[in-house]
């Protein structure tokens, strides 16, 4: 596709349930990234990778958390057992490499009950 | 937590009006970024800068990126109502962005 997409746009989980969230990065792009935007904040860094490797994942707030790209393109954020305090938008990015310019999905609302 | 601390945190503009915010850091960075995030989207990059000092123009948007690297201004010339939106300033450093808290700009008409 013509730009970064992400699934569900919506979520919304009970205290307690596993959620998945999906990302479809720029075709060509090597490179991917997890933030999580609270309201009224900016974009927090959780995960890089590269290609299928995960570089960095020291902004994961906690082992609850898990992220995978196992062919190097689409990539998963993986939340178990969600806490009320994990609603917030989450959004993915990708670039041709790890210091270019990022371009954003529209995220995806999680809203934990 | 978010590093840079940017200013104001929300302003009301008359149509027409020209506007200014900022951000600043007590980290350097080797790159600033100005993005526009509309409600229900993710962000979208407005002006990226590279060096220090540089001045940038991309239509009604001139951004400049501080002498010292820990700062970056972002103006608006006759804005207009598709103005609307929050503003972030971002530092990267190797490959993370580290996002201010955002300006939200409110035109009136």
């Known amino acids: 596709g013509a730009g970064v997409s992400q699934s569900p746009r919506y979520k919304v989980a009970k205290r307690g349930q596993d959620v998945a969230l999906r990302c479809d990065p720029i075709s060509g792009h090597v490179s991917l990234f997890w933030y999580q935007q609270a309201l009224g904040q900016g974009p927090e860094f959780l995960t890089y990778?590269?290609?299928?490797?995960?570089?960095?994942k020291s902004g994961l707030p906690s082992d609850r958390f898990f992220a995978e790209r196992p062919e190097g393109s689409v990539s998963t954020l993986k939340i178990q057992r969600t806490q009320q305090e994990d609603s917030a938008v989450y959004l993915c990015?990708?670039?041709?490499?790890?210091?270019?310019?990022?371009?954003f999905g529209p995220g995806t609302r999680l809203l934990v009950l | 937590g978010q590093q840079l601390n940017q200013s104001p945190q929300s302003m009301f503009i008359q149509e027409g009006e020209d506007v200014s915010m900022n951000c600043t850091s007590s980290?350097?960075?080797?790159?600033w970024l100005w993005y526009k995030q509309d409600p229900g989207e993710g962000p979208v990059l407005l002006i990226a800068l590279y060096k220090a000092g540089e001045l940038t123009s991309n239509g009604r948007l001139t951004a400049q990126f501080g002498i010292t690297r820990k700062d970056s201004f972002l103006n608006i010339s006759a804005s207009i109502p598709s103005d609307v939106g929050i503003y972030f300033c971002a530092g990267l450093i190797d490959y993370k962005l580290s996002f201010g808290a955002g300006t939200t700009v409110t035109v009136r008409a």
């Open positions: 990778f590269q290609n299928e490797a995960q570089l960095d």
């Open positions: 980290s350097i960075f080797n790159t």
């Open positions: 990015a990708s670039s041709l490499g790890g210091g270019r310019t990022q371009y």
